[in-house]
């Protein structure tokens, strides 16, 4: 029996991989969008633009943070935190929220976050890329952008949620009879 179910999830899986690659060919089909060169604050409040952060690569990883207020993104940021070096081999990474660079500094320390983190706090830049639907409602997702000829573009981006292709937790959880047995993302993991 068990033989004849791993079969039917070796076809479904498949199945996902075939439909992940139909995803993949209509995101290489989309318009570049045009991103402004925002100023954004490092944790000293000091001006980054945004173009400084590709250095001599041409391809830049933005994820969208909702900020200190949200579990879920902690939980997000708490993974990337472990794939950082790969992460910036690749291309250079950058987490960006709406919290002061006062806020993030003391959270991203007590996280012990070791990727580069920029406050877009004052900034449009949230809202301008979607990830601000509401005024001080924020949406949590990632940003692909590029630079060609000196000009900055988005050629895709995606949000975040429980079970996505971003966060490995709830697929490892889902290997389970209870998968996340109504698991919610914490602050604080020593003390249940």
């Not at 929220?97 to 877009?120: H, I, N, T, Y």
């Not at 949230?126 to 000196?150: H, M, T």
């Amino acid at each position: 029996m068990n033989e004849t179910i791993y079969e039917q999830i070796s076809a479904i899986q498949k199945e996902i991989e075939y439909s992940r690659s139909k995803i993949l060919e209509l995101r290489s089909k989309l318009e570049l969008e045009p991103v402004s060169n925002y100023v954004l604050k490092d944790w000293e409040g000091k001006d980054v633009l945004l173009s400084s952060l590709f250095d001599e690569r041409d391809e830049l990883m933005v994820i969208h943070n909702m900020g200190k207020r949200c579990a879920y993104c902690t939980l997000w940021a708490d993974v990337f935190n472990g794939s950082v070096l790969p992460l910036n081999d690749r291309m250079p990474f950058v987490v960006i929220s709406p919290d002061s660079p006062e806020v993030q500094k003391e959270f991203a320390q007590s996280r012990g976050w070791k990727f580069k983190m920029l406050s877009a706090h004052g900034s449009t830049f949230i809202k301008d890329l979607g990830f601000e639907p509401k005024p001080n409602s924020y949406w949590p997702g990632v940003s692909a952008l590029i630079r060609k000829e000196e000009k900055i573009f988005r050629a895709s981006y995606d949000f975040f949620g429980p079970g996505d292709f971003y966060c490995s937790p709830w697929h490892l959880f889902d290997l389970f009879p209870k998968k996340s047995n109504d698991w919610k993302p914490k602050f604080d993991y020593n003390n249940p």
